[in-house]
Every structure is written in structure tokens, then in C-alpha cells.
């Protein structure tokens, strides 16, 4: 019995030693109010931005949320010098390191756009928020102006994890404005790694061989009861 007991015991230190390995645990990639790389020029950067391997040396650095005309920006964004004809387009890019990519089995791209998004990850495109089909260029509008509570909405687009590699990563994003007189621009983004989920341990409960069984006793009346 005494055997029994402590297999039992065994088993309650594996559920607890064990019970939170098996539950899949969240880490942050990219956290939001971070800091990213940006180019607020105006200047037409084609699609080379995008690379993983593409240089952005000479980009200003700056905490997000980027922009401009909202009074919440950690980072100001400059549209240019007419009020009338401002920047269309404003690049980003963040790199970040994942030593293990076979260990997470999903990511998760939370951001705040106004108006339009694209993102890529290392190179491909994984989300595109109120922009048109088709190629994308410098000049090409958002679908819909943003206003109002939608301007600070979080957007959440599931992301395949078999884009992400070994070592350095690069995430970018174009903003673009529904108008050249736009009042105002957004962007912050944060990226969540689900680490892949390890198999449940087993653990087997058996009776050790020779524990003797509870045995009957009988009782008599003693004479005289």
C-alpha cells in the first residue's frame, strides 16, 4: 500500500512540475511603442525597402506611435513643406532575432494604420488594410479615409511562421494616406510568437508486484457478549 501511495505522489509532482510546459506561451517579437526605422521624405523607394538585406543606415529612428496631427504621436512625421500636397507614403522597418524558428508555430501582427497598411516579412507581403489590389507604388492612395475612434483601432492578421528565419528578421510596413491634404497619419505595430506546443509527458500508474490485498477479518462474539 505504502507503494501505492507513492506512486500517486509521483504522479501529482509530474502534473505540477510538468502542467505548465504544456500549455503554449506567448513572446513578444516586436513590442508596441518600440522603436522603428523611417523614412518620412517623400522620396519613392521602390520595392528594395522591403529586403531583409536592404540597407536603412541612413534612416531616422524614432518610438512608436509615429505620425502626425493626433497630439498622441512619440514620434512626429514630417508631410512636407505644402499642407496642400502632403507625403503620401511613409516607410518603416524593424528588425528583430529569433534563434529557433521550428519552435513557434504562429505569429500574431497586431497594428494601428490611418489610413492604409501593407506589411512584409522578410520581403513578403502578409497583410494589406484599406489599399487597393494590385502593385502598390509610392503614390498610390488608401481605400478609405480614417477618422475619428478608427484612427486608434488595433488591427490582428494571423501570420504563417515559416517566413520567419534564423538570426535577423526585418518586418516593414507602408503607411499611405487617403489624400494628399490628409490632416493626419498613424502607425505602432507590436508581433507575438506562440512557441510550438511540446507533447502532454505520461506518466503510468501500476500496482507494484507483491502489495498484498486489503484481507477480510472476521470477529466472533466473545461468550458471554
Given at each position: 500500500m505504502v507503494r501505492v501511495i507513492r506512486t500517486l505522489v509521483v504522479f501529482v509532482l509530474a502534473v505540477v512540475v510538468f502542467g505548465g510546459i504544456v500549455r503554449s506561451a506567448d513572446q513578444v517579437l516586436i513590442p508596441a511603442g518600440t522603436a522603428w526605422k523611417y523614412s518620412d521624405t517623400g522620396a519613392n523607394l521602390g520595392t528594395a525597402w522591403r529586403?531583409?538585406?536592404?540597407?536603412?543606415?541612413?534612416?531616422?529612428?524614432?518610438?512608436a506611435p509615429l505620425g502626425y496631427g493626433d497630439g498622441d504621436e512619440a514620434t512626429v512625421l514630417s508631410?512636407?513643406?505644402?499642407?496642400?500636397?502632403?507625403?503620401v507614403t511613409y516607410y518603416f522597418r524593424r528588425s528583430f532575432t529569433v534563434s529557433s524558428p521550428s519552435t513557434i508555430s504562429a505569429?500574431?501582427?497586431?497594428?494601428?494604420?490611418?489610413?492604409?497598411?501593407?506589411?512584409?516579412?522578410?520581403?513578403?507581403e502578409v497583410a494589406r488594410s484599406n489599399m487597393p489590389t494590385g502593385t502598390i507604388s509610392s503614390t498610390t492612395l488608401a481605400t478609405t479615409a480614417i477618422s475619428s475612434a478608427d484612427e486608434s483601432v488595433w488591427h490582428?492578421?494571423?501570420?504563417?511562421?515559416?517566413?520567419?528565419?534564423?538570426?535577423?528578421?526585418?518586418?516593414?510596413?507602408?503607411?499611405?494616406?487617403?489624400?494628399?491634404?490628409?490632416?493626419?497619419?498613424?502607425?505602432?505595430?507590436?508581433?507575438?510568437?506562440?512557441?510550438?506546443?511540446?507533447?502532454?509527458?505520461?506518466?503510468?500508474?501500476?500496482?507494484?508486484?507483491?502489495?498484498?490485498?486489503?484481507?477480510?477479518?472476521?470477529f466472533s462474539k466473545a461468550s458471554g457478549s
Open positions: 529586403a531583409t538585406a536592404y540597407s536603412d543606415a541612413t534612416w531616422l529612428s524614432g518610438i508631410y512636407g513643406a505644402s499642407s496642400s500636397n502632403r507625403y505569429l500574431t501582427l497586431r497594428y494601428v494604420r490611418d489610413d492604409g497598411a501593407v506589411l512584409y516579412l522578410n520581403g513578403a490582428s492578421v494571423s501570420v504563417d511562421p515559416s517566413l520567419l528565419v534564423a538570426g535577423t528578421n526585418v518586418l516593414a510596413v507602408e503607411i499611405h494616406q487617403q489624400s494628399v491634404s490628409s490632416s493626419d497619419v498613424s502607425f505602432d505595430l507590436e508581433l507575438i510568437a506562440t512557441d510550438a506546443q511540446p507533447a502532454a509527458p505520461t506518466v503510468t500508474l501500476t500496482t507494484p508486484a507483491g502489495t498484498p490485498r486489503c484481507a477480510k477479518q472476521r
